[in-house]
């Protein structure tokens, strides 16, 4: 043991002077922290079951840019944004009518008015509600008043866009000439852009945004006792959209890319870990045993290395529909090969040495010699080859999750990437949608490259300089 | 000496296939046999249509009577273990029955002719593509191994590990998304345009179709292979030999190719006929990005449209493909390199 602690030093002194070693565990252990602070860091708390939930995204804009795209461009779009502050007041009328109003307030300074304003509120009881937006100019405007019946812990969703149609076309009477509101009708014009517009007798479309501090107001009248609103909140719906944008189908990018890290991570260490591992056993058994048990595991070996593993791989998903811990499974059956014919060369060297030679006139049984003189040897080796097998698998997950045969129960980046095709994100050009999957995939790749062949670099020393 | 040799590794390589086309005929027996139930229903069904005045009676015994006949003519009333031998069989005779719903160019649902006309375009694509990143490969590769530690190699190595987890097929949307649809310089995919020119133009068009695919798998190939190349000629530059030819005042670009690269070609050429089985079998679903009607291109289809005799065809001649490729390995490297022929005797 103390051999073993005195060796990883040695190795660590040396590691330390390979920087893109470094590099690579720098970046693996920083995904490790992201993977354990991974329910902090989500945006949308839920992606890791509902990524394939529609209602759970439908507050969202489809194809909304990231928001720091805004930097790059003149006019300034509106990010989604929640908000759940509210200024929570109740009045109690003369007449005995108790009514309780929630104010949000949103600051709009951007350059084009928001996709929509989306109401959330869980319900409980019957009573009528009054939602209101309170403009920078003063103007109050009741968009939507809805008497609800008989409700018990039940989710209201009001939409400006949607229920707000025919409050916006009043407004809209009031600034624009007769001639212009006769070409328009309530359901043609969109709610939001009239709402956030400086209004004035000029064409539609040359409202400026009306800039400063809006207040959207949601009124309970109180029926009875029983009657009343929880946890109401306010969703800005913008044109851009969260760290990385959103999909077609409305899903936020970052998340479903943070919950997917985990599961390439998973993949690539658990299918190289296991099989490397069973490619050691299987190489030094066979170099150690010799005669017709090596002749024998050699064949076998060579029927599994003329295996074309990708081809495989895709037709048995395309009929066994896997999930993730059979597909790991099938990728350990084919990878397995890749470090034998290493450690059996390794091994056979190994094998001829006098310490072993010793062993055995002692009375050490297989077990022993094995175990406690030839895998101590081979350890560090099976490292690096086992960091150089990662990318390989994770690759092979995305590349069967692009053709759609990936575990629907999980998101992973091949998923993503898949979705982006079927979408047809290339043709429209939302890079965002396709750049960050592949380019995750590729970090990941890259860093277990870094570590394995920095170790190897240190195992061989040779090919160090001339 | 070399014939036994030969005939030897061939033979071995066909034993290989068998084994593996077995496993593979095992492991996926029971969806073969549904398909084939399937497919027997359907044709059954057809050839009741067809015969019109048939007392209903008469219909169902034809029915069953037909039904019985096929299917002992497909031996799916036999035991697991004959049936698994007879797809066996029917596989590594290219017997591969007919398809559910693709189609070949001319419209016939035979599965042979629909892989057939698929493997000489991926054959085309990939070994054009190896070609050129061997040439790079090898060119980048002495210019590593003349300077070790020296800025190119130092740099390239670094790219080469960045390009080491790279997907193919992302690589492939990327620049498809930059020069299909940004700069409009390729076409977005296929192998011709429509409607396909006649002569001379008939080749360029292909080339044309070509380039954005080969580009791809130049840009991520050529690395690695730069990167092995080094690490073998790195090994020879340190022979006696090459000393000698220095001390003797022979200019190093003759060192290097002459006197290096001769003995480096048996693990050059390995090397290259590896990365070009790899590219094959692992790069080959890129082929669907760029809609290239290949292997590749015939898999994504396969999986889309659920086709289990395409898709098990396809398997067979890739994994033989593969295994002829292996083949060739062994024979050019024994041809190199009297050395390996131990035992040939």
Redesign the interface.
Known sequence: MKDFFGALSDFWKEFKKEK?GLIGLGIVIVSLLIIIFEPLLLPWKDTNTKWRNIDYWQDNTPSAPPVWTNWFTPTKATPTSRIDEYAHEIHDDEAGFVSETYTFTYHYDTDSSPQDIIFHMMGNGTFPLVCEIVRPDGNTIPFAQIYEEGLFDQDIRLSLNNDGKDAAFELLKQYVSEEVVEQLSSRSIQSTSIFFGALSDKSLEAFAPLKGTYQFKITMYRTDEESSIKAPYVIVTGDVSGLLGTDSEKRDLFSGLLAGLKWALAIGIVTSAISVLIGVMYGIISAYFGGWVDTAMQFIY??FN???????L???S??FKPNIYTLIGVMVFFFWTGSVMTVRSMALQIKEETYIEAARALGAGHRRIIFKHMVPLLIPYSFASMALS???A??YE??VS????GDATIVTWGQI?HD??QAGA??K?I?WW??P??LL??I???S???LG?SMDKILHP????? | MYKWFALKRIGKGVITYVIIMFILSALFNTVVDNTMRASIEEQVRAESVRLKNLQPEALQNFQQQRREALISLYRLDRPMLERIMFRTWNTITFNFGKSTSIRSSRGDREVLTIVGEAIPRTVLLFTVAAFFEIVVGIILGLKKAQKPGGFIDRSSSFITMIVYGMPTFWLAMILIMFFVYQLKLFPSGGIHSIPTPQGIMYFIDMLWHMALPMLTLVLIGFWGIAFVVRNIVLGILQDDYIMAARARGIPEQSVLFKHTLRTAAPPLITMSILSLLSSISGAIIFEGIFSWPGLGNLYWIAVQQNDIPVLMANLAITVGLYQIGLILLDLTYGFMDPRIKVGGK
């Open positions: 893109t060579q029927v003329s295996i074309p593993v990708l081809p495989v895709i037709v048995s395309a009929i990662v990318p390989s994770i690759v995305s590349s692009l053709l759609g045969l990437l982006a095709i290339i043709l050009g890079w396709v750049l999957p592949g995939i590729s990941m790749g890259m277990f490259a870094f062949f040779k090919l160090k300089t001339r």
